[in-house]
């Protein structure tokens, strides 16, 4: 069976651990004021969504998509690898939310209409960089009464975006990427080539 690693918020900090047993971790940030327990189970900053296979397959929407959202929601961002190769971003929610999609360049922006941050330790980016994913960091970023969840890609790609909620009233969205190579690749010879033979790094006598 495939080794799958995960990455969520966790501990004031989001840690990616990377192949290897190399690791990112975002700074500390402090809690917020207000008692966990008041936070709902499922943005608790437990255990991560397990991988299931994509329920959809319609590409970056571009428009709103309904559920039975509240400004109650709160949000917890996680990343994991796949065992096909692919790789995936998700926001567990304590209710569904609508959602709109912004398109740029290299970064695509989901709009969580009316969702926010229980903890301010989920703010922390999820730092992918060393993962072979098309993205490079994902993080919340609050904005008015709505949650923006800005992905950071350094390959075009076209994710696929499911809203999936629970029978408990929780809701988890998810955004699947296409397995490829996106690790940059090393220069050729780069810093492994050694003095030709009969050379020295000693410096010329004149």
């Not at 799958?4 to 004021?33: C, H, S």
């Not at 207000?34 to 590409?59: D, I, Q, V, Y």
């Not at 980016?125 to 072979?132: G, Q």
């Amino acid at each position: 069976m495939p080794f799958k690693r995960v990455a969520v918020a966790l501990a004031g900090a989001a840690i990616a651990f990377a192949p290897g047993g190399a690791f990112a971790q975002a700074a500390d940030a402090a809690p917020d004021d207000a008692p966990a327990a008041s936070e709902p189970a499922s943005s608790a900053t437990a255990a991560a969504p397990t991988a299931s296979p994509p329920t959809a397959s319609t590409g970056v929407p571009a428009a709103a998509h309904r559920g039975a959202g509240s400004a109650a929601s709160l949000a917890l961002p996680g990343f994991e690898t796949m065992g096909d190769g692919s790789t995936r971003l998700f926001v567990a929610l304590s209710k569904p939310v609508t959602y709109d999609t912004k398109v740029s360049r290299s970064t695509v922006t989901y709009v969580l209409k009316g969702a926010r941050v229980g903890r301010r330790n989920n703010y922390n980016p999820l730092v992918t960089v060393h993962f072979n994913t098309p993205v490079t960091s994902a993080r919340l970023v609050p904005h008015g009464r709505d949650l923006w969840f800005v992905v950071e890609l350094r390959a075009k790609v076209q994710p696929t975006v499911t809203m999936d909620a629970a029978k408990d009233g929780s809701a988890v969205m998810r955004i699947d990427l296409p397995k490829g190579d996106y690790l940059p690749a090393v220069a050729a010879g780069a810093n492994t080539a050694g003095p030709a033979a009969g050379e020295s790094d000693a410096p010329s006598k004149p």
